[in-house]
């Protein structure tokens, strides 16, 4: 059950209550935003006081993210190799 939701950036974790949390989550992905949202953050938000049916779906999201940031971070790289 998400009870509470407390990023460490320390050891990178995500802490959903007093048992159970996430690893290897990067500040860079816990800080990604999609359309004004903190994606990671809001999806366990909206699940708040409720059982995580389904904590591989995401750690599958974090996957997502961070394949998300690689690919814009070599898109950026090739439009500043084109336009210098």
């Not at 049916?53 to 190799?81: G, K």
């Amino acid at each position: 059950m998400v009870e509470f939701i407390k990023y460490a950036e320390v050891n990178c974790t995500v802490q959903i209550n007093e048992y159970k949390h996430f690893e290897g989550i990067s500040p860079e992905l816990w800080h990604f935003h999609i359309g004004g949202y903190q994606v990671l953050h809001k999806y366990l938000k909206d699940r708040k006081g409720k059982t995580l049916n389904d904590p591989i779906h995401y750690c599958r999201m974090v996957t997502a993210l961070a394949l998300t940031i690689e690919i814009q971070a070599h898109i950026d790289y090739s439009i500043d190799t084109l336009i210098q």
